[in-house]
């Protein structure tokens, strides 16, 4: 196990009606901005409960963050926050709106030009306090420091990472999961089990309870996603994602473990360039990643076989097993599946190397070339 | 799965050199109380670094707090408290030392006769802050709100629990625990996977993630317990057990889910009154209460035996394989192994009654009585 120091002060509420509790938890003179995507909140009820909590607080509201949350749009927002002198910023959505929430709150604080926090890496040292009402299951954003933000003018999608970010509190009620579209079910999973993934199939480095803990969602992910899709009613199933969706993305099982993230950063292009959902980017990617790498990756692939799958020693079909997996979630594995071919992947590792992404993965022996030759094989 | 609101701010410094993060973990003008135990932390290291990277601030300390923190004992802490103006607690040690800072960190600010958090359960609203660097992996104390406090005096051992006891920081460098005698490392390790049972092995309620986690505990402790019996020296095994001592217990695997603590509470009893070592009255106490009430935790006890032990749909004997383990970490599971007999009961339900325990368990149906007919069976 390698050191480490981790701390995550987010207070988690979950289940049904915590969203009340907000209302204790924000500062009683707070000007909060309310941050949302599209209609999907007033759909499925949250966005009702979290004005009743509100209900004592001065507040104002932005919506129409994207799905991909683009600096421009955020840009606006941040407008409001300093025409409003905002000390407050709650997120009620999913990822992106959680992400966009982080940006707002950093860029509010942040001396200089907001687009070199994520173009520069410029480093974040104070932040806006914010809290998360959680829709969608999926990124972990809701109790992490990290954020990806889309510049739509020049194609970036580009990711952020400070302590200063991480929301004070998650509200985690499944209720306001059971209207999500299929879709969005399916690219939820996939994610949380990418996000695992990147955090666990490396090399061994004698961690055997981050390990287990990492294997824990994946079997929880494989075993309650299918059923969020075959019983959309069932509340139980929808509190077992929303909970391991949290889990896979707020550090713990990362800590004292070597990490990969190329999926990810692959991921991110293939979304800029193609427009494709995160989910369906990771989706696409892994399973050729895992081919590529297969031989350093072995160790791990066959423990993952062995304990996930009930596969043994054998890494081919492993990876096999975890590209049905996505493909039974509804989330197709192939550019074909997007209605892209081969002349797709240029542009990417074009858009890659443009963002000095020229090293990846847990050994740093990713580079553009080998990110060419698995989008090739997810043909 | 049960609603929850759960927060652990608790910073963990993980791994060797670690000590010397905590310079900047206490405020630079605090006035700092070093609290700890006998002479061990002189011979494996731990005082030195400390003293080193205490070499900035303000400092005294209190030694000889006991293998079973006393109120007398830490009642003379607080005077130093007081007098010196402490502001800051940086305990030293292990559990004991851990639940002695807490308790006294509580005293401080509590408007009010001390002994009152323990035998009255009255709520602590302030607390000083306070520190951990560890050097037994066990209790879990590092990163929890929770302590028991024995009273000489009364033959009494009460916990209390507060958010503002859980410590600020935890530093868990796995080589201050090389030089632990054999007994405290078997103690350690049993205390830590009953601590595990006692938030798992109650009746399902469909939690799979926390079911899940609660197994990986299980598993590693069993895999590395025995190796840091078997090889001492090893400090990646030691690692190993560290993480999942603290895992055991910062509160994460109980969320959402019904827990017991029958166990600790009866055993309590058996230190008060006989002065057997923590573990050693759970490692008496828990097979005769699984065998007590195997019917009610039958479903867990079979999953337990699955999961965990290779035992498939056998709930006796997973009973038999959880007291085979305790034994070979070679902590006795019968109190004829601690040199007492059946005249060793009585005071022990006398206590327990005395301390108002009258309906233990996640049913509430462990009676004095019922205590009374496990202890007869652990003879």
């Known amino acids: 196990m390698q050191n480490f120091a981790y701390k995550n002060p987010t207070e988690i509420l979950f289940g049904a009606g915590q969203v009340a509790e907000i209302a204790s938890r924000i500062p009683a003179d707070a000007q909060v901005l309310m941050l949302y995507g599209g209609g999907s909140i007033k759909a499925n009820g949250a966005y009702d409960q979290v004005v009743a909590a509100l209900g004592g607080h001065n507040w104002t509201e932005f919506g129409g963050v994207e799905a991909n949350p683009t600096y421009e749009t955020l840009m606006q927002a ?4 300093r025409d409003e002198s905002i000390d407050f910023i709650l997120a009620v959505g999913g990822g992106s709106v959680g992400d ?3 940006f707002i709150a950093a860029a509010a604080k942040f001396d200089g030009e907001p687009w070199d926090i994520l173009a520069k890496g410029s480093e974040v040292t104070a932040a806006l306090p914010l809290g998360v009402v959680l829709t969608l299951p999926a990124t972990g954003t809701e109790s992490n420091g990290n954020a990806v933000v889309t510049r739509t003018q020049t194609q970036q999608k580009l990711a952020f990472g400070s302590p200063w970010v991480r929301p004070v509190f998650a509200v985690l009620d499944p209720a306001f999961t ?7 079910v399916g690219n939820g999973v996939v994610d949380a089990f990418v996000h695992v993934i990147e955090q666990y199939l490396t090399y061994p480095t004698n961690a055997p309870l981050q390990d287990r803990f990492a294997e824990s969602i994946l079997s929880t992910l494989i075993e309650e996603g299918p059923k969020a899709l075959s019983s ?3 509340l139980e199933v929808r509190a077992n994602v929303m909970w391991c969706a949290c889990m896979a993305l707020n550090g713990l099982i990362g800590q004292g473990v070597p990490q990969d ?3 990810h950063m692959i991921g991110h292009e293939l979304t800029a360039v193609h427009g494709l959902d995160h989910a369906q980017t990771l989706a696409v990617v892994l399973p050729s990643l895992l081919r590529v ?3 350093a990756k072995r160790a791990k692939l066959e423990q993952l076989g062995a304990r996930v799958f009930g596969i043994s020693g054998d890494a081919a079909a492993t990876i096999d097993a975890v590209e049905a997996f996505f493909e039974s979630m509804g989330v197709a594995t192939r550019l074909s599946g997007y209605g892209l071919d081969q002349s797709a992947v240029a542009p990417v590792i074009a858009s890659l190397t443009d963002n000095g992404m020229l090293a990846l993965g847990e050994h740093g022996d990713i580079t553009p070339q080998t990110a060419n030759e698995i989008l090739t094989l997810a043909g």
């Open 78 to 81: 941040l407008d409001v926050v």
């Open 100 to 102: 966009g929430a982080k």
């Open 178 to 184: 059971l209207t999500l579209p299929t879709r969005q």
């Open 232 to 234: 959309p009613e069932d």
């Open 261 to 263: 993230w190329a999926t």
């Open 293 to 295: 790498k297969i031989d």
